[in-house]
Each structure stands twice: as structure tokens, then as C-alpha cells.
């Protein structure tokens, strides 16, 4: 990894223990979820990561919140980030960018392919600064073919994908999935991606291109219905969904998911409803016969499910049968798993002040990863970083002239 010990030293040091990615270094030059978040997956890791923003700020901070001083998207997204504010037309600021990346041992950005060339940091001018740079670029549909200069969108995406269609009831139109799926799939992508080409440098000695796009991001999430056998018919059930009992049923009180495919599980279902004849009966022995008979088996199942509210049978089927109360976002703040996870993280944001958000998606044992920050403010540490590329610089000067006397 990057000779850590000579490299300007930025502001903020993570605190706590060492992750798998301490003394990397990361430039986030993106906006939106998909890259940056690639990126906080990264910092989760020990990773050190410079958001770098134009003047406006990342694009996210401007959307729409009931969280009043600052994007709730951004703030989510963006944990454990040094904010650098950089004009990159600006011949300065792009010379303060260029000395960040002397040292840096991963670049990530999402601008449309033909812009980074524009500003001057496209992959092979920046090689040419830093061998060794990893360079992440983050786009809608790849960096070739006819629709390579065209901005991509998370349900944009999903539209043209399949994923809508799948989404929606055979009888309706085709219906969003909301959670924005691709850009935080892209996200794993980018993490994934970046930490597979560290890797290999530590090998070769040197970095290389990294590709990420949306497109193939929703087709990756596909791969189980990317399948077209020889002989098959363009129109054919590609679908997983098993249908009829796995789903969302109503109870007493709530709604709960059920999924009982198994031999084992079906069995224990049936028992604890008080239907052990459906178990019995070889018309429903598999999950294909119970999807074409769902007709007369879930009026049985949901007639059933009304003798108890959704938590209350959530709690008698225990580990027998997998199930969950349909229940809000907020309930997992406090939820005893949630929280023996270790998941929930305090945060003090300078202009939101004291929050509980998400912390980390990947658990260590032996490197367990630094303490999460919140994300900073717009250009909260320019000022900072500037100081110590000047120090730095001066250092060296004194170095060089020390060597010549």
C-alpha cells in the first residue's frame, strides 16, 4: 500500500482501532449515493477519504429534507469524510487536486465520460502523476457504446432494466422499487471493486482503471433471471417468487412476511396455525404445487393468521418458521439486533448536531475499523487541507535546500 509516512498528513486522524484499509488514502470527487456511498463503505474500513465538492456543494445537499440544517441523504450517505470545497476550473484548485493526488492512493468520481478529460484528471493524466493511483469512475451505462454519454439515474435504471416489470403485478403497470437498490448495489461495486484493485497492486506495484456503472449494477442484482436458455421463447417466466403462502399476509393486528419453502418450514407452519392437513395433503408437497394451488390455500392461511396480531405470531413461530412484522424504519434504531450488532453509531455533525445513524456494513474481528464521524459540513475542512499541503511543501523546500548546501 502507499508509503503512508511520507505523505502530507490531512487534518482529523481516525481514532479507535486499525482497519483492513488504514493508511489508504481516497480522493471522493463524486455526488449522488453510488460513489459516494462506494466510498463511506470504504472509510468504514479505515480508509482515510476527502470528499472533494465544488462550490455549490454534492448535488444531494440541496434535496428535499425534514432534517432542517442539512441534507438527511447527504448526512447518511457521506460518514466519515474530511469536506473539501475545489473549483476544478480554477487553475489553483485543480493544482491543489493535483497534489492531493501525488500521494493518494485511490481517486473515485461520477462525472459523464468526456468531462474528466475536460478538467484535466482524466486516468491517464493522473497515471502519469501517481502510478500507483487507483482510479474509480463511477457512470450510467459504461464508457463505451451509444448510450455512454448519457446521464444514468438509480430508477432511470431500473426502468430500462426489467426491474419495474418484475415489480409490478402481472395485471398492472410496472412499479418502482423504492431504497434506491442500484446506486447502493453500485456502491458495494465501488468498495468491492477498489479493494480487489489494492490488492492486486500489492502485486504488480500498480494501480489501474476501475469501471463501474449502473447498468451493470441492475443487471448484476438480475443474474438468477439473466438466464436464456437455448430453444426458449422471448416471453417466459423468469421470476423466483414463489408465490401463494411466501409473501405478506394480514393478521389480527400488523402484517407479516412469511416464507416457508422448505419441507421443514412449511410443516412447522402448518402445525402452528392449525392446519396440519394442508401439510399432509401431497396436492401442496412442493413450493411449485403450493404457487399453482395459492387459490385455495391462502384464504386457509390468512383466515388463520386473524386468531393473532403479527408480532404475537412472530413470536410463536420463532426459529420454526422464518417470518417478520411488517414493522417502520425507526423500530430498528432500538431493535435488540440492530443493536447487539453494534450498527447504530452516535454522531455530532457541526450543523445538525447529535444524531444516531448507521455505522458500518462489514464486521472485523482482528481489524475492526476506526470510529465513524459525521459527514462533514460544505467545505468544513478546505482550509485545513490547504495549510497542510503548504507545510508540506515548504518541508520539502528546506529538505531540497538543506541536501544542496
Not at 81 to 87: E, M, N, P
Not at 128 to 140: E, F, Q, T
Request: glycine share 8%; net charge negative.
Amino acid at each position: 500500500m502507499s508509503e503512508s509516512a511520507n505523505r502530507t498528513a490531512l487534518p482529523r486522524g481516525r481514532t479507535g482501532a486499525a482497519g483492513p484499509l488504514s493508511g489508504i488514502r481516497v480522493l471522493d470527487l463524486s455526488a449522488y449515493i453510488a460513489a459516494p456511498y462506494g466510498c463511506t463503505l470504504l472509510a468504514d474500513q479505515g480508509a482515510e477519504v476527502v470528499k472533494i465538492e465544488p462550490p455549490i456543494g454534492d448535488t444531494l445537499r440541496h434535496y428535499p429534507s425534514t432534517l432542517e440544517a442539512e441534507s438527511r441523504a447527504f448526512v447518511g450517505i457521506n460518514r466519515s469524510k474530511l469536506g473539501v470545497v475545489l473549483d476544478l476550473k480554477q487553475a489553483d484548485d485543480l493544482q491543489t487536486l493535483l497534489e492531493l493526488v501525488h500521494d493518494a492512493d485511490v481517486l473515485v468520481h461520477n462525472f459523464r465520460p468526456g468531462v474528466a478529460p475536460r478538467l484535466g484528471i482524466d486516468y491517464e493524466t493522473l497515471r502519469a502523476l501517481n502510478p500507483r493511483l487507483i482510479y474509480c469512475a463511477v457512470s450510467g451505462y459504461g464508457e463505451s457504446g451509444p448510450l455512454a454519454q448519457k446521464a444514468g439515474y438509480d430508477q432511470v435504471l431500473q426502468t430500462m432494466t426489467g426491474m419495474c416489470h418484475f415489480q409490478g403485478k402481472p395485471d398492472g403497470p410496472p412499479e418502482i422499487v423504492y431504497g434506491s437498490v442500484v446506486d447502493y448495489y453500485a456502491a458495494s461495486l465501488v468498495a468491492g471493486g477498489v479493494a480487489s484493485a489494492l490488492y492486486e497492486r500489492e502485486r504488480s506495484g500498480v494501480g489501474q482503471y476501475v469501471g463501474v456503472s449502473l447498468l451493470r449494477a441492475a443487471l448484476t442484482m438480475q443474474s438468477a433471471r439473466m438466464v436464456w436458455a437455448e430453444g426458449e421463447p422471448r416471453e417466459i417466466g423468469r421470476e423466483m417468487r414463489a408465490g401463494g403462502v411466501t409473501g405478506i399476509h394480514p393478521t389480527r393486528d400488523g402484517y407479516l412476511y412469511l416464507s416457508a419453502n422448505t419441507p421443514h418450514f412449511w410443516r412447522a407452519l402448518c402445525d402452528k396455525i392449525g392446519l396440519p392437513e394442508l401439510a399432509d395433503n401431497e396436492k401442496y408437497d412442493t413450493v411449485r404445487k403450493r404457487s399453482q394451488h395459492a387459490a385455495e390455500i391462502v384464504p386457509q392461511l390468512r383466515a388463520a393468521l386473524q386468531a393473532r396480531s403479527a408480532l404475537e405470531w412472530e413470536a410463536s413461530f420463532g426459529e420454526e418458521v422464518p417470518c417478520a412484522t411488517a414493522r417502520r424504519l425507526e423500530d430498528m434504531f432500538d431493535e435488540p439486533q440492530v443493536q447487539s450488532e453494534q450498527m447504530i453509531a452516535e454522531f455530532e455533525h457541526t450543523r445538525a448536531g447529535r444524531y444516531r445513524g448507521f455505522a458500518r456494513a462489514i464486521k472485523f474481528t482482528r481489524t475492526p475499523g476506526p470510529e465513524p464521524f459525521a459527514a462533514p459540513a460544505l467545505g468544513e475542512h478546505t482550509d485545513d487541507v490547504r495549510a497542510a499541503l503548504r507545510r508540506d511543501a515548504t518541508d520539502a523546500a528546506a529538505s531540497t535546500d538543506d541536501n544542496h548546501r
